[in-house]
């Protein structure tokens, strides 16, 4: 994982940057929604590129969900490393 990050930085900080931006559109769809205000039809282009950087909550979530994901992977790979029955079993019932 790491090896991908540091060969092809782009499309992860690309990836990075509209998962945060789409996490931010739908904190101020929701938020503007329970005003009865039509988000999507006031906005302007400007206002979707820069929802991530006007709400810090977007950034938090997008971390939270980054961290967890990593935390998972790692329990996961100590698991597999750990009990090589787990690992069996994980993959049979994947169907792999």
């Known amino acids: 994982m790491k090896n991908f990050i540091s060969e092809h930085p782009t499309p992860v900080l690309t990836l990075s940057y509209f ?9 101020s769809f929701f938020f503007y929604r329970e005003f009865g ?4 039809q006031f ?9 991530s950087l006007v709400e810090p909550s977007s950034i938090a ?3 939270v ?3 967890f ?3 998972a992977f790692q329990l996961d790979f100590l698991a597999r490393r ?6 069996r079993w994980i993959e049979n019932s994947m169907g792999g």
């Not at 998962?19 to 904190?27: E, N, P, Q, R, S």
């Not at 205000?37 to 999507?40: C, D, L, P």
């Open 69 to 71: 994901t990593f935390l």
């Open 61 to 63: 979530i997008f971390l």
């Open 19 to 27: 998962l945060v931006t789409a996490i931010g559109v739908l904190y």
């Open 82 to 87: 750990k009990w090589s029955g787990y690992g």
């Open 37 to 40: 205000i039509s988000f999507a």
């Open 65 to 67: 969900v980054v961290i």
């Open 43 to 51: 906005a302007d282009l400007s206002d979707f590129l820069l929802v």
